[in-house]
């Protein structure tokens, strides 16, 4: 949305949970989505524990181009 897009725009390009995968790499949109907001706000809050947990252990974490 940072870069003026709707949710509903949002939505269009996204794929279901079991095509994730392929559509970071590029190969798929708009097949078995949207993303349900509880999926994308789970998957924030476990990948921010994940990050804390890894700086804890004095590692410095590198999330690849996905906020975290």
Avoid: C, Y
């Amino acid at each position: 949305m940072s870069l003026g897009l709707t949710p509903m725009e949002i939505d269009e390009f996204s794929t279901g949970p079991g095509h994730l995968p392929w559509h970071r790499m590029g190969n798929i949109d708009n097949f078995d989505g949207p993303l349900p907001l509880s999926f994308i706000d789970a998957k924030r809050t476990l990948q921010s524990k994940i990050l804390d947990r890894l700086r804890e252990l004095g590692m410095n974490p590198v999330a690849p181009a996905f906020d975290a």
